[in-house]
Structures are given as C-alpha cells and as structure tokens.
C-alpha cells in the first residue's frame, strides 16, 4: 500500500481521529448539511466541462505488479456518456459555493469536548493532515500508523491550507484542498453535477487511448518533457521542482490529455463517488461499475475509504508513481488533507441533444 497517498494520523493522534471520526459519521448530517437552499451559480451548467462521450474500454490493467494489485485485472467496462469539469475544482469556485450557502467545510470545524471528554484538546481543534518534509526516512520501511511525513495541523482547511496565518488570496486558481467527502459532495450538490465514479473517471483519464500506462501515452516522459506536477527528488526530503512546482500548482499548468481535461495526472488526487475495494476489479459487472457496496477499511473504523485516482504533487518516480491511468488508492472518508481535491461531472444531454 502506498503511503504516500493515503496519509494516517501520527501514532499519537490516531486512536483520537479514528474515534472521533466514527462518532461524527453517526451525528445526524445535521451540523454538516447546506444551512440554506441557494439556487445553483448562475453560469450556464456546462461551462468549464467537456462532453465525454462514452464506450467501452479496458479499466485497471493486467501488467500490473505485486505493488499496485489492486489496479488488476484489466476488464471490460462500458460508459455511457457524461460531462466533466475541465479542471479540478479551484478555490475560486468553491469560494463561490461558500459564498452562496455559509457552508462550514469538515476542517474548519473544533469538536465539541463534551462528545470527547477523554480527548487530548489539541486533538478538539479543526484542522487537516499536511504533508512537511522530513529527512533520514526510508519510505518504504513506513506504512500504517508510521508515516512521518503526515501531520495532524490544527487550524489547516481550505482558507489556510497551510494552516494559521496562511491564505488562498493568491491562489484562487489553485485546485480547492483540505475538504473530506461530505464536503465535496455539499459543493457538488449546490453546483448540480456529482462525483464521477471511478469508472468514468478512468475513461475520462485516459482520453481515448487504448491500455497506455500514462494519460497521455507511453512514455513517463516523452521528449524528456515533464507532463504533469508531482515529486522529482529524493521523497519524503527533498523534491527539486524540476516541473516548476514544489506544491500544489495552478489548474491548467500542464496540457490538457486528448479529451481536453488537464491534470488527470498529478496535481490532486481527486475523488470519486465509488467506495473503495482492493478486490473490486475481480467482480467489477462491465456496465456502468459503481464500485463495491462498501468501503475498504484497513483501520477497522466501522466505516471505509472512498477512491481518489490520479496521483498528487507528492507523487515521486520511486515510491508513489501514482501518476498513471490505472493508479487508484482509498482516502479515509472524513480525511481532509493537502494533495486531495475533486473535479465533478453532470448528467445533462449531450450537446447535440439539445
Ligand atoms: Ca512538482
Ligand atoms: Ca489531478
């Protein structure tokens, strides 16, 4: 299991956030719904998608190895078709939605003490995992609970992404980080469009080209070019920027894959609607997949993780390589994290059914 993407709280603070997480997924919905019912933004409802026209194509792969099982076996699977964002969903546009409905993202949220009596306070505060550096580390002697690089940091959310005194100001056309799944599910509503399943996600991913381990072919880098914004270094020390960008990059930095969708590699790793099954593919029906009935639950929590697919800026050459088509991994449902993000798709007619 990598890691790298699926971040766990630091070995103290890990018994707190799967507690605490259990509880707030029995509270009624009621402290995280919409407060009000605002219409839907005013732009057209397609505007920034692309139509994807369905078909068949082979998910997952058959030449995956013992690291990555869970993208096998390649299989059959048909798409009907659906419209997508263009780009991850920015902070502009979930500033929109914020606007428009006050809503509270997870993050920004302290725990009533009252709920948690036994709880460390600073375990209390609204916050989300960030990523910082650290040296000495071989990853590949990490996973569970020990995965140094992952920090709980209280006050850390989509306003502050880097926590108290950091700001968005300048990169409002940042991919949105730090939500969890009902967040992004709140946004998506508001917007009338959903998360895409992991199915049309790949589809959409792989912009027509046929069992290529890359969005955009072949070749990692072809022509020597970087294609998308991850790791180039020595992870989790050191990353060289060699792309340009040692952090989250603006929506668009990097070109578009042949169905016109950019960073469907790299950047964030976006979620989708599907829970998460190591298993999945095995059973996977070939129309329409929704994935499994639950989720993935390697913490025993009683709940599970949903997929995110694409891979992040974290993602490095050695250890993640989660860049690729068939890349998928699990997200802990009520994480909210800085490499995670989502773009959404619509179920409007196809243009030329208007
Ligand atoms: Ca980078
Ligand atoms: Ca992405």
């Given at each position: 299991m990598d890691s790298a993407v699926n971040p766990k709280p630091a070995s103290n603070a890990k018994a707190w956030i799967i507690i605490i997480a259990v509880v707030l997924m029995v509270t009624p919905f009621g402290i995280l719904v919409l407060r009000n019912s605002p219409a839907a933004p005013a732009s057209p409802a397609t505007t920034g998608m692309v139509w994807i026209k369905g078909g068949e194509f082979t998910m997952?792969?058959?030449?995956?190895d013992e690291k990555h099982?869970?993208?096998?076996?390649?299989h059959a699977v048909l798409i009907k078709g659906f419209w997508m964002d263009v780009t991850e969903v920015t902070n502009a546009q979930f500033q929109a939605f914020v606007d428009a409905t006050q809503y509270v993202t997870d993050a920004e949220k302290d725990l009533d003490p009252r709920q948690f009596p036994q709880a460390p306070p600073e375990m209390l505060k609204g916050g989300s995992l960030l990523f910082k550096k650290v040296s000495g580390v071989n990853p590949f002697q990490c996973g569970g609970a020990n995965l140094p690089w992952w920090n709980f940091t209280?006050?850390?959310?989509?306003?502050q992404p880097e926590g108290a005194?950091?700001?968005i100001k300048e990169r409002m056309n940042h991919p949105v980080i730090c939500l969890t799944y009902k967040d992004v599910q709140a946004y998506a509503k508001w917007s009338g469009k959903r998360l895409p399943t992991e199915a049309e996600w790949e589809f959409a991913a792989r912009?027509?080209?046929?069992?290529?381990?890359?969005t955009w072919g072949d070749e990692e880098r072809p022509n020597g070019k970087i294609m998308c914004n991850h790791w180039q270094g020595k992870f989790p020390e050191r990353d060289n920027g060699v792309d340009g960008f040692t952090y989250v990059a603006p929506v668009k930095s990097f070109p578009a894959n042949a169905f016109g969708l950019y960073d469907m590699a790299g950047n964030v790793w976006e979620m989708c609607e599907d829970w998460y099954g190591l298993e999945y593919y095995k059973v996977s029906p070939k129309d329409g997949p929704i994935g499994p009935a639950i989720g993935y639950d390697p913490e025993k929590t009683g709940y599970g993780q949903h997929v995110i697919r694409g891979g992040s800026w974290l993602c490095d050459e050695g250890y993640c390589l989660r860049y690729r088509a068939t890349s998928r991994q699990g997200l802990d449902t009520l994480t909210s994290t800085n490499h995670v993000g989502f773009r959404c798709v619509s179920d409007l007619p196809a243009p030329s059914a208007k």
């Open positions: 997952g792969s058959d030449k995956a099982a869970e993208e096998a076996p390649g209280a006050g850390a959310n989509w306003r005194k950091s700001s912009g027509g080209l046929k069992d290529k381990p890359y």
